[in-house]
């Protein structure tokens, strides 16, 4: 491990991916790419909470279908989510006989368990690992800010929670896309309060994060056809433009953010985009697995953000620590 950084010795490979997303994030701009779309949010259940469980199921039972995969053959699943005690990919679980990692990185969760899952196969003690993150926008509001039913006024910085899960088959043998190496971020706080502007929070997170990867590999940002943070949405991914200048580096037009991507609206609808877990894991699982395996896109830096706040630690005005993680995807024939 060099600055924060780990180099895998083998090739841990992406063997399929597998997106569901709500009916707002299939009309926005990358809604070719996901697999499956929902009419109803709430999926004919009764709580909305319900509906996320669903949809974490849903997504894991479709990977298994795409893959032709048994339950049998999956040596464990690393999965999160929002809710407390992330509930969604808890009950869920209890659907599948696998063993079951739970994880929360609040909306970084998915590069956490693609990271983890990832040092599981190089060291050699697992062959197929299930990666998945799930989140909903009404699941996230009420226990984050406020209940829908209030009407409550977004605010100019606030952004949407993606309802969707995606899940990542990892394995060492069959794929096009390899995980090269990963970055593990630090817990960054510059002091941010407000809960509705959590780019603002998570971009120092992301800076640091990519400052040391780009160290730790002695690459440029230019090194990538894409960097792409998780959930800073339109005012953070611009924070993080100019926090990366004031240390020198510039980064240019092969940079986006998968929140500032999710979207088509007014800021009124949808403020500065998309944040969750499932804001990441869709877009990757989705846009970029589809890019790369094209062949459009052949080295991919994928920078998953993370506010980890809760409910309790907001309402007794704490800052908002967050973290960002690195991982590097490159087709397999670019791979050393």
Same mark, same amino acid.
């Given at each position: 491990?060099?600055?924060?950084?780990?180099?895998?010795?083998?090739?841990?490979?992406?063997?399929?991916?597998?997106?569901?997303?709500?009916?707002?994030?299939?009309?926005?701009?990358?809604?070719? =790419?996901?697999?499956?779309?929902?009419?109803?949010?709430?999926?004919?259940?009764?709580?909305?909470?319900?509906?996320?469980?669903?949809?974490?199921?849903?997504?894991?039972?479709?990977?298994?279908?795409?893959?032709?995969?048994?339950?049998?053959?999956?040596?464990?699943?690393?999965?999160?989510?929002?809710?407390?005690?992330?509930?969604?990919?808890?009950?869920?679980?209890?659907?599948?006989?696998?063993?079951?990692?739970?994880?929360?990185?609040?909306?970084?969760?998915?590069?956490?368990?693609?990271?983890?899952?990832?040092?599981?196969?190089?060291?050699?003690?697992?062959?197929?690992?299930?990666?998945?993150?799930?989140?909903?926008?009404?699941?996230?509001?009420?226990?984050?800010?406020?209940?829908?039913?209030?009407?409550?006024?977004?605010?100019?910085?606030?952004?949407?929670?993606?309802?969707?899960?995606?899940?990542?088959?990892?394995?060492?043998?069959?794929?096009?896309?390899?995980?090269?190496?990963?970055?593990?971020?630090?817990?960054?706080?510059?002091?941010?309060?407000?809960?509705?502007?959590?780019?603002?929070?998570?971009?120092?997170?992301?800076?640091?994060?990519?400052?040391?990867?780009?160290?730790?590999?002695?690459?440029?940002?230019? =090194? =990538?056809?894409?960097?792409?943070?998780?959930?800073?949405?339109?005012?953070?991914?611009?924070?993080?433009?100019?926090?990366?200048?004031?240390?020198?580096?510039?980064?240019?037009?092969? =940079?986006?953010?998968?929140?500032?991507?999710?979207?088509?609206?007014?800021?009124?609808?949808?403020?500065?985009?998309?944040?969750?877990?499932?804001?990441?894991?869709?877009?990757?699982?989705?846009?970029?697995?589809?890019?790369?395996?094209?062949?459009?896109?052949?080295?991919?830096?994928?920078?998953?953000?993370?506010?980890?706040?809760?409910?309790?630690?907001?309402?007794?005005?704490?800052?908002?620590?967050?973290?960002?993680?690195?991982?590097?995807?490159?087709?397999?024939?670019?791979?050393?």
């Amino acid at each position: 491990m060099k600055n924060q950084t780990i180099f895998f010795k083998n090739n841990i490979l992406v063997m399929d991916t597998a997106t569901i997303v709500g009916p707002k994030e299939h009309e926005g701009p990358l809604g070719v =790419y996901f697999d499956k779309d929902i009419e109803d949010d709430l999926l004919g259940q009764k709580t909305f909470e319900y509906a996320e469980i669903m949809l974490h199921t849903t997504v894991i039972k479709y990977l298994l279908n795409k893959t032709k995969l048994k339950q049998d053959d999956i040596d464990m699943c690393f999965c999160g989510d929002l809710m407390d005690e992330i509930i969604a990919c808890n009950y869920a679980m209890r659907n599948f006989s696998i063993p079951f990692m739970g994880l929360f990185n609040a909306c970084a969760t998915f590069g956490e368990a693609v990271i983890l899952g990832s040092v599981m196969l190089d060291s050699g003690h697992a062959d197929r690992i299930i990666c998945s993150t799930s989140s909903h926008f009404s699941t996230a509001e009420r226990q984050f800010r406020n209940p829908l039913e209030l009407g409550t006024q977004r605010t100019p910085l606030s952004q949407t929670t993606v309802t969707g899960a995606g899940a990542t088959l990892l394995n060492k043998k069959f794929g096009k896309i390899a995980v090269e190496c990963a970055t593990i971020g630090r817990v960054i706080d510059y002091g941010v309060k407000d809960a509705n502007d959590m780019g603002a929070a998570m971009a120092p997170a992301a800076r640091e994060t990519l400052l040391s990867h780009l160290e730790a590999t002695g690459r440029s940002p230019s =090194y =990538y056809d894409l960097i792409l943070t998780g959930d800073l949405g339109k005012a953070g991914s611009n924070l993080l433009r100019i926090l990366m200048k004031e240390k020198g580096v510039i980064l240019g037009d092969n =940079y986006n953010d998968c929140g500032a991507m999710m979207f088509i609206g007014d800021q009124e609808k949808i403020g500065q985009g998309g944040s969750g877990p499932a804001c990441v894991n869709v877009t990757f699982n989705g846009y970029v697995y589809k890019k790369m395996m094209s062949g459009e896109l052949t080295k991919v830096l994928l920078i998953p953000t993370g506010a980890l706040l809760s409910k309790i630690s907001n309402l007794q005005g704490e800052t908002i620590p967050s973290i960002a993680h690195a991982i590097s995807f490159v087709r397999k024939a670019e791979f050393q």
